[in-house]
């Protein structure tokens, strides 16, 4: 959710033998029949099964022992004035009433990594400066798989001593996305666990082990979104088996990390699709009803704050206009689809608040139909993450996908290729969801709006 980096791109998706591979190019991962070692001064570096990258190996690691604040646009505060630090509840009423208010995001040390290293490949001064700025706005960490886990103790305790010797009150932000036979629909974002093969109770000890680390670190706030596309899914495509078949798993162990996890005290988003996708008037009362209903199960945690909408997609907060995809629908962007679920979710006793990713939402009328979600061309960073948001149902516009990393490759060879990745409207050559694509980062920097 990169034209020399276009052909070291084209170059990863090539069988090669002899050559080495270049900058940002593919290296390994399983059915790779390319080179497999990199030019000078990048690392063949794995980042999954199925696609090792080589990542240029001579860049400065970014400083982490400052943490400046989120940005935002010109002229709008970005929190309250942080107060001194409190321990954060393990259980009972929460400490906040909107938790992105009072507290500094913690920057992400990898997100930061991958930012100096693609800042360092660009040759344009300008260009550069701007992307290396990304390093500074906070965005959501993925713990897509149990291995990303201990990262998160790494992270809570660097925030907690940051936390410590600056007496601004630090908050981790993640995404819990790990499901068994995740995202049911698609493919390019498919998981490490099955169903068939031990998935819920494997699902149920990644989230003990997520709050086996949160609880080392009680007095850092945790703020998550929960399992994007998942609960969306359930409303709108049970008519795909795998769907169908996934629909009781999804419900019982999202069931069992909103319980877990409000019991050390995370604040929480179910992730709720979209404007496009539930905002459709047949798609509003489905969605209201299942959403108020898994609160419900939960135990109505007053840490299940509401939901996230927008994840990894590209709509804008409030469009000047509506994008002629949207022809039908009068929700045809996020404030009018929340304006018209939150009334919905209140009234079945779910006093939901949202927040919104306007990551990659800088420009809009690019895509050729509302459901195209994979790498779409000329996209560009949106609104910085801010809590002056003009919405009383709104706690923050936030960053959930971090830019630059793809949505999926357009590699119609790989396990995990999905079709829309070779849509017109999506960037190709394409490398594999959640590997660095620094063709695209270089354009959603130049496209941004707010300018960088």
Same mark, same amino acid.
């Given at each position: 959710?990169?034209?020399?980096?276009?052909?070291?791109?084209?170059?990863?998706?090539?069988?090669?033998?002899?050559?080495?591979?270049?900058?940002?190019?593919?290296?390994?991962?399983?059915?790779?029949?390319?080179?497999?070692?990199?030019?000078?001064?990048?690392?063949?570096?794995?980042?999954?099964?199925?696609?090792?990258?080589?990542? #240029?190996?001579?860049?400065?690691?970014?400083?982490?022992?400052?943490?400046?604040?989120?940005?935002?646009?010109?002229?709008?505060?970005?929190?309250?004035?942080?107060?001194?630090?409190?321990?954060?509840?393990?259980?009972?009423?929460?400490?906040?009433?909107?938790?992105?208010?009072?507290?500094?995001?913690?920057?992400? #040390?990898?997100?930061?990594?991958?930012?100096?290293?693609?800042?360092?490949?660009?040759?344009?001064?300008?260009?550069?400066?701007?992307?290396?700025?990304?390093?500074?706005?906070?965005?959501?960490?993925?713990?897509?798989?149990?291995?990303?886990?201990?990262?998160?103790?790494?992270?809570?305790?660097?925030?907690?001593?940051?936390?410590?010797?600056?007496?601004?009150?630090?908050?981790?932000?993640?995404?819990?996305?790990?499901?068994?036979?995740?995202?049911?629909?698609?493919?390019?974002?498919?998981?490490?666990?099955?169903?068939? @093969?031990?998935?819920?109770? @494997?699902?149920?000890?990644?989230?003990?082990?997520?709050?086996?680390?949160?609880?080392?670190?009680?007095?850092?706030?945790?703020?998550?979104?929960?399992?994007?596309?998942?609960?969306?899914?359930?409303?709108?495509?049970? @008519?795909?088996?795998?769907?169908?078949?996934?629909?009781?798993?999804?419900?019982?162990?999202?069931?069992?990390?909103?319980?877990?996890?409000?019991?050390?005290?995370?604040?929480?988003?179910?992730?709720?699709?979209?404007?496009?996708?539930?905002?459709?008037?047949?798609?509003?009362?489905?969605?209201?009803?299942?959403?108020?209903?898994?609160?419900? @199960?939960?135990?109505?945690?007053?840490?299940?704050?509401?939901?996230?909408?927008?994840?990894?997609?590209?709509?804008?907060?409030?469009?000047?206009?509506?994008?002629?995809?949207?022809?039908?629908?009068?929700?045809?962007?996020?404030?009018?689809?929340?304006?018209?679920?939150?009334?919905?979710?209140?009234?079945?006793?779910? #006093?939901?608040?949202?927040?919104?990713?306007?990551?990659?939402?800088?420009?809009?009328?690019?895509?050729?139909?509302?459901?195209?979600?994979?790498?779409?061309?000329?996209?560009?960073?949106?609104?910085?993450?801010?809590?002056?948001?003009?919405?009383?149902?709104?706690?923050?516009?936030?960053?959930?996908?971090?830019?630059?990393?793809?949505?999926?490759?357009?590699?119609?060879?790989?396990?995990?290729?999905?079709?829309?990745?070779?849509?017109?409207?999506?960037?190709?050559?394409?490398?594999?969801?959640?590997?660095?694509?620094?063709?695209?980062?270089?354009?959603?920097?130049?496209?941004?709006?707010?300018?960088?």
């Amino acid at each position: 959710m990169k034209s020399f980096a276009a052909l070291c791109a084209l170059v990863a998706l090539l069988p090669s033998v002899s050559a080495q591979a270049q900058q940002w190019a593919q290296c390994g991962g399983i059915g790779w029949s390319g080179a497999t070692t990199c030019v000078s001064g990048s690392v063949c570096t794995k980042q999954n099964d199925y696609y090792s990258q080589c990542i #240029p190996g001579t860049a400065p690691p970014p400083a982490t022992t400052a943490n400046p604040p989120a940005t935002s646009q010109p002229g709008t505060p970005t929190t309250a004035p942080s107060s001194a630090p409190t321990a954060a509840p393990t259980g009972g009423s929460p400490a906040a009433s909107n938790p992105f208010v009072g507290v500094t995001p913690y920057l992400s #040390p990898y997100y930061a990594n991958e930012i100096a290293a693609a800042a360092s490949a660009i040759s344009d001064a300008t260009l550069k400066t701007k992307a290396a700025s990304i390093a500074n706005v906070p965005t959501f960490t993925w713990l897509d798989s149990v291995s990303k886990i201990p990262d998160l103790g790494t992270d809570l305790a660097a925030a907690k001593k940051l936390q410590d010797s600056t007496g601004q009150k630090q908050v981790v932000q993640i995404v819990v996305y790990d499901l068994p036979d995740r995202d049911c629909a698609a493919k390019a974002s498919n998981g490490e666990f099955s169903i068939a @093969n031990n998935g819920q109770a @494997n699902y149920e000890n990644y989230i003990d082990q997520i709050v086996a680390e949160i609880k080392k670190v009680p007095d850092v706030r945790v703020i998550a979104v929960i399992e994007p596309d998942s609960l969306a899914n359930l409303v709108t495509n049970l @008519n795909v088996q795998k769907c169908a078949n996934a629909q009781t798993t999804y419900l019982a162990c999202v069931n069992y990390a909103l319980k877990q996890l409000s019991a050390v005290g995370v604040y929480m988003y179910m992730d709720a699709g979209h404007a496009g996708w539930l905002g459709w008037p047949a798609n509003l009362g489905p969605a209201a009803q299942l959403f108020a209903s898994v609160f419900k @199960n939960a135990g109505s945690s007053p840490f299940v704050k509401g939901l996230a909408t927008n994840v990894a997609n590209y709509n804008a907060l409030s469009a000047a206009s509506p994008d002629p995809i949207t022809q039908g629908n009068a929700n045809y962007d996020e404030i009018h689809y929340i304006n018209a679920l939150a009334p919905q979710l209140q009234s079945q006793g779910f #006093p939901a608040t949202f927040v919104v990713d306007q990551g990659r939402a800088g420009q809009q009328n690019l895509r050729q139909q509302w459901g195209d979600w994979c790498n779409i061309k000329g996209a560009g960073f949106g609104t910085r993450p801010t809590t002056n948001t003009g919405s009383q149902f709104i706690d923050s516009i936030v960053w959930v996908k971090p830019g630059g990393e793809s949505d999926g490759t357009s590699n119609s060879s790989s396990p995990r290729f999905d079709s829309t990745c070779s849509l017109s409207d999506a960037a190709q050559p394409a490398p594999e969801a959640g590997t660095w694509f620094q063709a695209y980062f270089e354009t959603l920097v130049s496209k941004a709006n707010p300018p960088l």
